[in-house]
């Protein structure tokens, strides 16, 4: 199966292909609630026991928590390969350090000065390591009320082959600290007859599974293709940040893999799921292009 993911990305000028990856796994999503309690009462007299202002504190420290930075043997390649392929020397050496070291101290500098270099550096970050984003807060219900609960809903992405679920979430309890206002856990929403104990298990057996496998005659034929379009350009089968709609082809054995068929620079990939999402016209003309060289390999 094909599917999308899989960046293709650009030198400085945002044109220029500089590295081609094909997603051969993807991150494992699940949702994370946080839920701060608090005194109800008149919005009259400030409360220093507010729920929200207790959610907003913990938001806030959880916004500078970054889980440990892992090099899973399918993010390998591809490191190894943006390493080559870059054209700035400190963020060769700062990636050579990365995917040599065996101190866990020095593994997480280095990804982060990687980061920090990187003109990815929100892709880069994400294909690192887990990572746990704020996306839905509600409270509240009247103007001359202070409820007495407020939640926000996270979105945890986990790169398979890192570190176990529950010692994430233990981290994350961490973080938060002991106020026994707080109540953290995975929020089964829009699961059907799964309990909260039932999806981390579910999420701990996903975590160790192995990727598709790239001896196929439909990598290769992408992998081609994706170097006659694009002038040599040098491709690595490697993790996507985000999930697609590989899991129930993976689950039966099906090889699955991602690319968007098009060069994207930096702005073009962070405006995905955005108010102004697109992408170039000359890269939907050579994107089409590839499928075209990949399925051409097919014919009978």
Request: proline letters at 7%.
């Amino acid at each position: 199966m094909i599917t999308e993911s899989g960046w293709l990305l650009t030198r400085a000028d945002g044109v220029t292909s500089m590295l081609a990856a094909i997603t051969v796994q993807d991150k494992q999503p699940s949702g994370v609630e946080l839920v701060a309690r608090g005194t109800a009462t008149h919005s009259s007299k400030p409360s220093p026991d507010s729920a929200i202002v207790r959610l907003n504190r913990a938001m806030a420290r959880l916004a500078d928590y970054q889980p440990p930075v892992v090099v899973t043997p399918v993010a390998r390649p591809y490191f190894e390969a943006l390493a080559a392929a870059s054209d700035d020397p400190r963020l060769t050496t700062a990636l050579r350090v990365l995917l040599t070291t065996g101190d866990q101290g020095e593994r997480n500098r280095a990804g982060d000065l990687a980061v920090s270099l990187s003109r990815y550096p929100w892709l880069h970050n994400a294909l690192l390591r887990h990572t746990i984003t704020q996306v839905i807060q509600q409270a509240g219900y009247r103007f001359n009320v202070i409820p007495g609960s407020a939640t926000a809903l996270m979105n945890l992405r986990l790169m398979p082959g890192g570190q176990s679920v529950a010692g994430t979430l233990d981290e994350i309890q961490s973080v938060l600290g002991g106020d026994g206002q707080l109540a953290l856990g995975l929020t089964t929403r829009g699961l059907t007859a799964q309990t909260s104990e039932q999806l981390l298990a579910q999420l701990e057996q996903r975590l160790p599974e192995p990727p598709s496998v790239t001896d196929t005659d439909v990598y290769r034929a992408l992998e081609q293709g994706l170097r006659d379009t694009y002038a040599g350009v040098p491709v690595a089968p490697g993790p996507f940040e985000a999930g697609t709609s590989s899991r129930p082809w993976r689950e039966r054995g099906v090889p699955v893999y991602g690319v968007y068929a098009f060069p994207v620079d930096n702005d073009t990939m962070t405006r995905m799921h955005g108010t102004d999402e697109r992408v170039r016209v000359d890269g939907l003309r050579s994107g089409a292009e590839l499928m075209y060289r990949v399925f051409g390999r097919f014919r009978v």
